[in-house]
């Protein structure tokens, strides 16, 4: 069977390297807003699901909450671990999986790290690992593309050098998935690569009302950008939905 795209890649050398430069600044900027929106009880549990390397459940656990970091990527998890503290916690595990069960107040799935699966059984799965985790009550923030927006605002091709290495990515979308091809070329392979394709499935608010309706998710807001602005569906750049288990 041919392995999923997400799986290597997450967990290669040139991944990390390629988004190593992220905006950290306006993603803990965009920690500390929903923090305040929320505003969880001191102590609350939260799971950060798709951690990555844990700087993100780093910045809720330094807030003072118990946060526990899921990725399927063993070389993020790995470097995560080496932030654990009592009140802070990481492991390799599968979001399709089962994980603790009415365990946590507080469910995140930040910047878009979802729809990478090429089923809609997979994708439903991810949901219910989600919302099983949460206690009755619960709430869920995910952080996803706003489809239309992404559409409108696509570059067919972007080239960026990271230490010497050339990255040349080429975008592109059908009806149902945007699509991202990364060629590589370093010092060690003068002929460039195609390292792998990327591939994000193109679900709409109205497919995320259905998938988190289905897990018993009722969605209580919709904002629009990191500063929790209003969603406008063609010109808001995220789509981020808080949703509560039903208790």
């Not at 091709?157 to 230490?163: C, D, L, T, Y």
């Not at 394709?197 to 995320?208: P, Q």
Request: hydrophobic share 35%; proline share 2%.
């Amino acid at each position: 069977m041919q392995k999923s795209w997400f799986k290597d890649w997450f967990n290669s050398h040139y991944y990390h390297l390629l988004y190593q430069h992220r905006d950290e600044e306006e993603a803990l900027g965009f920690i500390q807003r929903l923090i305040s929106h929320l505003n969880p009880a001191p102590g609350a549990t939260m799971l950060d699901v798709a951690c990555g390397k844990g700087r993100h459940s780093k910045a809720l656990a330094d807030n003072g909450f118990d946060v526990t970091g899921i990725d399927l990527s063993e070389e993020s998890i790995t470097e995560a671990k080496a932030q654990e503290s009592d009140s802070l916690h990481f492991y390799q595990h599968d979001m399709r999986l089962p994980f603790w069960i009415n365990y946590y107040d507080f469910a995140f799935n930040m910047f878009t790290s979802f729809g990478y699966f090429k089923t809609k059984r997979e994708h439903d799965n991810a949901i219910r690992t989600m919302a099983q985790s949460l206690k009755p009550g619960g709430i869920l923030v995910i952080d996803y593309l706003n489809v239309h927006f992404a559409v409108k605002t696509q570059e067919s091709i972007a080239v960026k050098i990271v230490e010497d290495i050339h990255f040349r990515i080429s975008k592109w979308n059908d009806e149902h998935h945007f699509f991202k091809q990364i060629q590589i070329t370093d010092s060690n392979n003068k002929n460039p690569k195609h390292l792998h394709t990327e591939r994000v499935a193109k679900f709409s608010l109205g497919d995320f009302t259905e998938m988190l309706s289905y897990q018993h998710l009722q969605i209580k807001e919709v904002f629009g950008d990191y500063q929790l602005g209003k969603y406008d569906l063609q010109n808001s750049p995220r789509l981020i939905i808080i949703a509560q288990k039903k208790g």
